[in-house]
């Protein structure tokens, strides 16, 4: 078993280790995947932060509730006031939702979750758990059952030993496709023998009329068990099939509600737009929210350019037919996107303009670019403070190698070629139009600008002496080589700048003609719109913009394409890494999903014994996994160690490293291509360092 080199072995003091319920996910992001309310919303009922911290009661023997000690016995028929910490059995709806709870930290949205103790040692009694007072089973247990209880050894215990006390599940209620479940936490490794008479007792203790209760796996361990009994097993296809409502980004924003039907045209976008779109667009300049009508990936560049903002960002299957949404078209509305559930109203001018004041970023300072370095650099020579020559991606790379973590290497042609260039072809004599009233305010003339820019660059003839230099690198190694953007303005604290240039492949035989139209284009691709916009919302001076080109053998035999956030985006109490990844042949997992789900996992790295939790299979491999469970554990120890090495240097609130990867049948299962800050930020009072 590999041993996780954890950026974070212990949680903090008063977290918990146990996962309660991990319900279905597409994110984040969330991350995971949150999804749907439809036109009426239920009540959000979260838990307090703190659970109560009250002396223990003792358990009356044999009753169906437990009166609190504090509260006294319920007022006469009001179901507000009943006081009951548990129940032996749910009898109907009435005892559900006096019940649950709907957790901010849950992997899905739309979800209504009860925990639930067994107790081995008095006959496997069971407890139905008031949630939304005892969010944790060990708080439960500790007050009702076992005051002795210590929350460290028990998290071992109940959790990954067998001489275990307690039996501890969950039962998820997904509301949009009115499936039930019973869960385990992930690290869970209970055998599959007392997991099924487990889910037996619970089973036979719950009638909520057309509840179907089902065991929903969420690691390889536990999916073990399904394939070793008969356990009744949950349709995550059903569940995929019914998902409405998806938080990416959450937070709250202003702005004019727009429909956009068809593909996105983004020179007639504005940063006060709150785009709702028909498809995930592929690009995506700064907007005050975007709302997609189709399902999205969570780590596309679309959500991590989101994430980068603090704009939100979710989906809402059918949006443009919503109801609620067509009643606003045109309108100043204030939207709010939340764990659960997202709300929507009309806004006054006013309260927008005093909100786009309060987000628009501070200027991002651009180190001064170096002309003193010409010849190619090979890439695993470079350090992150060689940005002045080479550009953030490539030197970011540099420090991958350095760590000897596997990469496609390469090198460098440097910034003083594109400097040379950019004046030489005159494409720099357009920078005088940025300063005119209808560059600024029309973003039709800016694309007209910006196009003549690239035109220019892509027409005029590359420095012969570089451009043989390269070929001459390049000829004979038999292989195809990629050409990737690495400038001073992407992949930057602060400024992550996902997916804003170009990249280009050229395959052999390698002519002259392909290596110089592909230079020229990387170039050129400074001067994409998306890539103005983007630097223009976070107050970049375009003049001080340079580029190198990174040149890298293409990676071959690819199996799968991955992205993963050196965090845990949905609770810092948890420590790990989310991880999205989609078979090779399928939607590349940066662009933007429509639908198409990708594998997406959290690997835990708080311990070495941790499980893996699937949130989610890919929707393209029918169900199959892409990675085994010690290629999980490989991939969450070679994250780690990139999160360790290189958060310590980021500054303006990056906390984590935002790192894409390919999956190989190689010698190497894995080889990342790039590492970039990012800034996970938790709800308020909520942070670990």
Request: charged letters at 25%; hydrophobic letters at 40%; one cysteine or more.
């Amino acid at each position: 078993m590999l041993l996780l080199k954890s950026h974070s072995l212990r949680p903090p003091a008063g977290s918990s280790l146990e996962l309660g319920s991990r319900a279905f996910a597409l994110l984040w992001f969330a991350f995971a995947l949150l999804w749907g309310c439809g036109t009426a919303q239920p009540p959000v009922r979260t838990s307090p932060q703190t659970p109560p911290q009250t002396s223990p009661a003792e358990e009356v023997s044999g009753d169906d509730h437990v009166i609190d000690v504090e509260m006294g016995p319920p007022a006469p028929g009001s179901l507000g006031a009943r006081s009951e910490d548990f129940l032996h059995a749910i009898r109907g709806e009435e005892d559900w939702e006096h019940l649950y709870y709907r957790p901010e930290y849950q992997n899905a949205s739309r979800t209504e979750v009860v925990k639930v103790v067994i107790d081995l040692q008095r006959d496997w009694r069971l407890y139905f758990i008031n949630s939304l007072r005892h969010e944790l089973h060990f708080g439960f247990v500790q007050r009702f059952i076992d005051p002795s209880q210590d929350h460290a050894a028990f998290n071992i215990r109940e959790y990954r030993r067998q001489d275990r006390r307690f039996v501890c599940l969950s039962v998820v209620h997904y509301l949009d496709a009115n499936l039930w479940s019973i869960e385990q936490a992930a690290s869970d490794i209970l055998d599959t023998q007392r997991l099924s008479r487990a889910i037996g007792i619970v089973r036979d203790s719950f009638r909520i009329e057309g509840a179907d209760l089902r065991y929903r796996p969420l690691s390889p361990t536990q999916e073990g068990h399904l394939a070793h009994s008969e356990i009744p097993a949950f349709d995550s296809a059903a569940l995929r099939a019914q998902i409405r409502y998806q938080s990416l980004v959450n937070g709250v924003a202003f702005g004019r509600l727009r429909f956009v039907r068809g593909e996105l045209d983004i020179a007639s976008v504005s940063p006060t737009d709150l785009l709702v779109t028909e498809y995930v667009p592929d690009e995506l300049p700064p907007v005050a929210a975007l709302i997609t009508a189709r399902l999205q990936a969570p780590l596309a560049h679309v959500a991590i350019l989101s994430r980068n903002r603090g704009t939100p960002d979710m989906a809402l299957r059918d949006a443009l037919s919503q109801p609620e949404l067509i009643a606003l078209e045109g309108e100043m509305v204030r939207l709010e996107v939340g764990p659960q559930d997202f709300s929507i109203a009309r806004a006054s001018a006013a309260e927008a303009e005093a909100h786009f004041a309060r987000i628009r970023p501070q200027p991002t300072e651009l180190a001064e670019p170096d002309r003193s370095i010409e010849g190619l650099i090979p890439t695993c020579s470079l350090r992150a403070r060689d940005v002045r020559f080479a550009g953030a991606k490539a030197s970011q790379l540099g420090e991958i190698c350095a760590l000897g973590i596997p990469n496609p290497g390469g090198f460098v042609i440097p910034f003083v070629h594109y400097q040379n260039h950019f004046q030489r072809s005159r494409a720099s004599g357009l920078l005088d139009r940025f300063s005119s009233e209808r560059f600024q305010t029309e973003g039709e003339v800016r694309a007209e600008v910006l196009g003549e820019m690239r035109a220019r660059m892509e027409r005029y003839r590359v420095d012969p002496i570089v451009l043989r230099t390269v070929v001459q690198r390049l000829r004979g190694s038999g292989r195809a080589w990629i050409f990737r953007s690495s400038t001073n303005a992407e992949d930057l604290p602060g400024f992550n700048g996902a997916g804003l240039y170009r990249s280009v492949i050229v395959r052999p035989p390698m002519s002259e003609r392909a290596v110089e139209d592909a230079i020229r284009e990387v170039w050129a691709s400074v001067w994409l719109q998306r890539a103005f916009e983007e630097r223009d919302w976070h107050r970049i001076d375009h003049r001080r913009v340079a580029m190198s080109v990174l040149i890298q053998p293409l990676v071959e035999s690819i199996e799968a394409n991955g992205v993963a956030i050196t965090r845990n985006p949905n609770d810092q109490a948890r420590p790990g890494v989310f991880v999205n990844l989609q078979v090779s042949g399928g939607a590349n997992v940066t662009a933007g999903g429509n639908d198409r789900i990708p594998e997406q996992l959290m690997i835990y790295t708080w311990a070495e014994e941790n499980e893996p939790e699937v949130i989610t299979r890919s929707s393209e491999t029918g169900g199959r996994p892409i990675l085994t469970q010690d290629e999980m554990r490989e991939l969450g120890d070679i994250l780690s160690q990139i999160h360790d090495a290189m958060t310590p240097s980021y500054t303006d609130g990056s906390n984590a490293v935002d790192v894409e990867f390919m999956v190989t049948g190689g010698a190497n299962r894995f080889v990342v291509v790039q590492a970039r800050p990012i800034q996970v930020t938790y709800r308020p009072g909520q942070t670990y360092r």
